[in-house]
């Protein structure tokens, strides 16, 4: 065993080794195995890139032009593999932890991105890692600076998943990233009910993202929290639609502005048709949660943020993994089907954007279409309605099956123009680069750090308290579960010493689903997202009771996902719940130093047996929750 371990252990640093060296000098081929760089030309009174270099001044180059002219122009001088790149939007890693980069190194075969710009004509990429701002922005200037040395010098659009979370909030799909400033997730942000909070945050996140280059947001999320067990709750505006809706729009707003220009951010709101109603609540990135099921007949329910989204000039919609069992004529993944994405969202609807596949939907997660070969995938998807394929980089199989004339260019011209148009009206064309030593003046600044904290504050809700608090600044606390570095807390090490016991619980993921298939990545994802049971375990539960024997309990549960607390709420004496909030926001709810306002975006049940008896399509169904939606204390109560 040790020997195999060795083995494996002198592989795996083989590979970085020879990693570290191949990765720098092929990047310095290609790039000087490339067109000139893009140069500024002044003529005729007009400064333009000149992007394909030939000294003159295309329509596509002229910032004055019409953005349908300027894309007429520009697809009139592409090649089916340079259209056919714009339909690909695979990730690119900045400062990947050690788990990420093997998996580049062993999943993605370490197809670098630059080689996608140059080799494969891929402009769009999504972020993952943990940058610093400025490593961040100084990566992605110079990910442009390849890009404008391909032939026509079409910009890159880069994208990014939820990235202002606070650390212990949100989940696989939002991030805490170092730098940037810290929110409540999603979830925390219904709480506060505020719309102009919630468009204040997105002006704020839009100015922050713009400083480093992102110019599309892989959010919000419309789906609705109808199954209380479903993993990505952590992600949405609660059950309710409406207030999904009027969050969505407020979301949108700060993110776009009321025109797209070169100061928006597009938001890319997702999952399309509504991901919420999971069989069982089991997740769709799984094949054992394909199905998205409707027993309650609520599709419509489902639907209603995103319509109101499609009428607030969205660019860019994601639709889930999903089948919708019965909702069409074929029970397919949503990606692959035609009435939903084309009948449904592009007639019916009148929407005319840009349709981007979720990750991985013909290589990885293809619920309903496993029997299709890959390039089979592709002509079934894109006959569909997908223009652009999250987290897949195999372009040159769709440009084989345009010449083999298997998919019609006129079709991939449809798709790049949607593209296009959106780049344009972006400004990237123009100029995608970012100003380096601005970054810092722009994140996190002390204005930005109070907005953020204010909303923490807004965002967590008082469940119950039986006279306990506010404590005052003399309460002795031992606290278990936290660390209150920065906080004025009057903390002690042992029980004895305390007053009161503070015990924080994080969201509950117990346990880990089934892997659907036996490719590597799935039973990575498998170990991420956790089973339906929304109990604590026994251990958890048993110290709380041995706490609540010796000294008054105060309970602080993270929320962002839905959690059974009947017996934890039994044994303490206050119970508060959170969806992502820095430890001084705890401290000065506890001393009621500020007096908690924050409301349920989804109700707590009781019991699994209730889950389990509720319908996944309907919203707040169980027969007896603990706490209904929309309730909160505040100490004036």
């Known amino acids: 065993m040790i020997r195999a371990l060795l083995t494996v252990l002198t592989a795996l640093l083989l590979i970085f080794v020879i990693n570290h060296i191949y990765q720098p000098i092929s990047r310095i081929n290609l790039y000087f195995s490339q067109f000139e760089s893009v140069e500024t030309i002044y003529k005729n009174d007009y400064l333009f890139r000149d992007l394909n270099k030939n000294q003159q001044l295309d329509i596509y180059e002229d910032a004055r032009i019409s953005s349908a002219l300027r894309v007429n122009d520009l697809l009139s001088q592409m090649t089916i593999e340079e259209k056919v790149g714009l339909m690909f939007h695979p990730p690119f890693t900045v400062n990947p932890g050690i788990g990420m980069r093997i998996y580049e190194i062993l999943i993605r075969g370490n197809q670098f991105t630059e080689s996608h710009i140059i080799k494969k004509h891929i402009n769009h990429f999504n972020l993952y890692g943990n940058p610093d701002p400025v490593k961040l922005a100084k990566r992605i200037n110079q990910l442009q600076n390849?890009?404008?040395?391909?032939?026509?010098?079409?910009?890159?659009t880069i994208s990014s998943d939820p990235i202002h979370e606070v650390e212990r909030g949100g989940g696989i799909a939002s991030f805490s990233v170092q730098g940037f400033s810290k929110w409540p997730s999603q979830l925390g942000l219904a709480a506060t009910r505020d719309v102009q909070l919630v468009k204040k945050f997105a002006d704020i996140a839009?100015?922050?993202?713009?400083?480093?280059?992102?110019?599309?947001?892989?959010?919000?999320?419309?789906?609705?929290?109808?199954d209380p067990r479903w993993a990505r709750n952590f992600g949405t505006f609660g059950s309710d639609s409406k207030l999904s809706a009027s969050l969505t729009l407020a979301y949108m707003d700060g993110f776009q502005g009321e025109n797209i220009n070169s100061q928006s951010v597009l938001t890319m709101v997702k999952h399309f048709p509504g991901g919420g109603p999971q069989e069982n609540g089991l997740?769709?990135?799984?094949?054992?949660?394909?199905?998205?099921?409707?027993?309650?007949k609520m599709f419509d329910y489902h639907l209603e943020p995103f319509i109101e989204a499609i009428n607030n000039n969205l660019k860019v919609i994601m639709p889930y993994y999903g089948i919708t069992v019965d909702q069409s004529k074929e029970n397919v993944a949503i990606g692959f089907n035609r009435y939903l994405l084309n009948d449904l969202l592009r007639e019916k609807l009148n929407y005319d954007g840009v349709i981007?596949?979720?990750?991985?939907?013909?290589?990885?997660?293809?619920?309903?279409?496993?029997?299709?070969?890959?390039?089979?995938?592709?002509?079934?998807?894109?006959?569909?309605?997908?223009?652009?394929?999250?987290?897949?980089?195999?372009?040159?199989?769709?440009?084989?099956?345009?010449?083999?004339?298997?998919?019609d260019e006129s079709r991939i011209d449809q798709s790049v123009r949607r593209i296009l148009k959106n780049k344009f009206e972006l400004g990237l064309f123009d100029d995608p680069f970012v100003d380096i030593e601005s970054v810092d003046k722009l994140i996190n600044t002390q204005t930005?750090?109070?907005?953020?904290?204010?909303?923490?504050?807004?965002?967590?809700?008082?469940?119950?308290n039986s006279n306990l608090l506010p404590l005052t600044e003399e309460t002795k606390i031992y606290v278990d579960g936290m660390e209150f570095k920065d906080s004025a807390i009057n903390k002690v090490n042992t029980i004895e010493e305390a007053d009161v016991i503070l015990m924080y619980l994080h969201t509950v993921f117990n346990g880990n689903q089934e892997p659907g298939t036996d490719r590597l990545f799935d039973k990575f994802l498998s170990n991420l997202f956790p089973n339906t049971d929304l109990r604590f375990n026994n251990q958890?539960?048993?110290r709380a009771s041995e706490y609540s024997q010796v000294k008054p309990l105060i309970l602080v549960v993270d929320l962002n996902r839905p959690a059974i607390l009947s017996e934890l709420n039994d044994l303490s004496d206050a119970l508060i719940g959170t969806f992502g909030v820095n430890d001084e926001v705890i401290h000065e709810i506890i001393n009621g130093?500020?007096?908690?306002?924050?409301?349920?975006?989804?109700?707590?049940?009781?019991?699994?047996?209730?889950?389990?008896?509720?319908?996944?399509d309907v919203p707040d169904d169980t027969a007896n929750p603990l706490y209904k939606y929309g309730y909160g204390l505040?100490?004036?109560d």
């Open 146 to 156: 390849y890009a404008a040395r391909s032939r026509l010098g079409i910009p890159l």
């Open 206 to 226: 839009r100015q922050e993202y713009l400083a480093v280059g992102i110019r599309t947001a892989l959010h919000p999320m419309a789906d609705l929290a109808t």
């Open 283 to 296: 997740d769709a990135h799984l094949m054992s949660g394909k199905n998205q099921v409707y027993p309650g």
């Open 356 to 407: 981007c596949s979720d990750w991985g939907i013909i290589t990885g997660r293809h619920w309903g279409v496993t029997n299709l070969t890959i390039p089979e995938r592709y002509i079934k998807a894109i006959n569909a309605g997908i223009d652009q394929f999250g987290g897949e980089m195999h372009p040159e199989i769709v440009v084989q099956l345009v010449k083999e004339n298997k998919i």
């Open 448 to 464: 930005t750090q109070k907005l953020a904290l204010d909303a923490q504050r807004k965002s967590v809700v008082m469940l119950k």
């Open 540 to 542: 958890v539960v048993k």
């Open 593 to 616: 130093k500020t007096n908690p306002s924050g409301a349920l975006p989804f109700e707590l049940p009781s019991s699994m047996n209730e889950v389990e008896e509720q319908l996944e």
């Open 634 to 636: 505040s100490f004036t």
